[in-house]
């Protein structure tokens, strides 16, 4: 009788897997990361020295701070500069009006930039490259002061909110960056693809072209709100109603009047002075926090937006 053979059961490779083999660093390679390293931390400290000192200078004694003796650490804790800056009721009133220049102003900054770019950046516009450069000029040759003042007056904004929103609503760097964005993120079959279903042009923007832009909204809208946040300049020339200043005056306010010593003795000029010092730190850190608590927020699409325009691999 013939015996079959029979197929011997199948080993199973109980081995772990190879890990794959690390590229070796040749010297040049570990010196040249290594300078890297140094010069990032050069840079960080940079940075953060200088914000550690401001922040522990303006928990500090206005005497201390007065000689120098604070430096990353506050000496003779005291909130007698915060006490001051938000003791005055136009503290609460300026933060009202810079967080209503900057929400406002960001969301109309932010569709006016979109509603440019996106068409210049669409192949079939006709005339785009000319617009393109219209556009351009005028972030490199402006009217000026007096003719932007006069069209200001003119059109009745002044000593109004509009005046601090719609001058400034749209930068030219923000435009060239969005319409770069659309034109290499954003492709063209996608968009042509929802107009054979039946979308306008409107619809296409609304929920294709914005729903995969979120990096370069979460940029701009960024840029913007800083800018309308430290807007000073534009608010010195157009505002002069005390109601509707931003936040930036009513601290220049502050600082110039616990500055002046007019009609005091020497000894309380001095007393005054040290209290200015202490107190021009405290308002640096009242003012910046806002910023500093909506970074966090977009940073996610932040990291993806400044690479807007990159050479993909």
């Known amino acids: 009788m013939t015996q079959v053979p029979t197929a011997e059961p199948q080993r199973s490779d109980t081995r772990p897997p190879r890990r794959p083999r690390r590229m070796r660093e040749s010297g040049g390679d570990r010196v040249f990361l290594s300078l890297v390293y140094v010069l990032l931390t050069i840079a960080l400290l940079a940075v953060l020295v200088p914000l550690i000192y401001i922040l522990a200078s303006s928990f500090s004694d206005p005497l201390a701070v007065s000689a120098g003796r604070v430096f990353l650490w506050p000496v003779d804790f005291t909130l007698r500069g915060y006490e001051t800056v938000l003791g005055d009721p136009q503290i609460l009133t300026g933060y009202a009006n810079s967080i209503f220049y900057a929400v406002v102003g960001t ?23 000319v617009i393109t450069m219209l556009i351009v000029f005028t972030m490199l040759f402006s ?57 306008r042009p409107l619809r296409v923007l609304w929920s294709i072209v914005l729903p995969l832009s979120k990096p370069l909204l979460a940029v701009i809208a960024l840029m913007y709100a800083i800018y309308q946040w430290n807007s000073y300049f534009d608010a010195l020339l157009y505002i002069r109603d005390s109601d509707l200043q931003p936040l930036q005056i009513v601290l220049r306010n502050i600082l110039i009047l616990n500055g002046s010593s007019g009609g005091m003795s020497a000894i309380d000029a001095v007393e005054r002075q040290q209290l200015a010092n202490l107190v021009k730190f405290s308002l640096i850190v009242v003012s910046t926090v806002p910023v500093l608590a909506i970074y966090p927020f977009v940073a996610r699409h932040f990291n993806k937006g400044v690479m807007v325009g990159s050479v993909k691999g």
């Not at 900054?109 to 192949?123: D, E, G, N, Q």
């Open 143 to 199: 009217g000026g002061l007096i003719p932007t003042y006069l069209v200001v007056q003119s059109l009745g904004m002044l000593d109004t909110r509009w005046a601090l929103v719609i001058p400034q609503a749209i930068g030219v760097w923000q435009v060239i960056i969005a319409r770069s964005f659309f034109r290499s993120s954003i492709p063209d079959e996608l968009t042509e693809a929802a107009q054979l279903d039946g979308a």
């Open 107 to 129: 969301l109309i900054s932010v569709t006016l930039t979109v509603a440019i770019a996106y068409p210049l950046s669409r192949k079939d516009l006709f005339g785009r490259n």
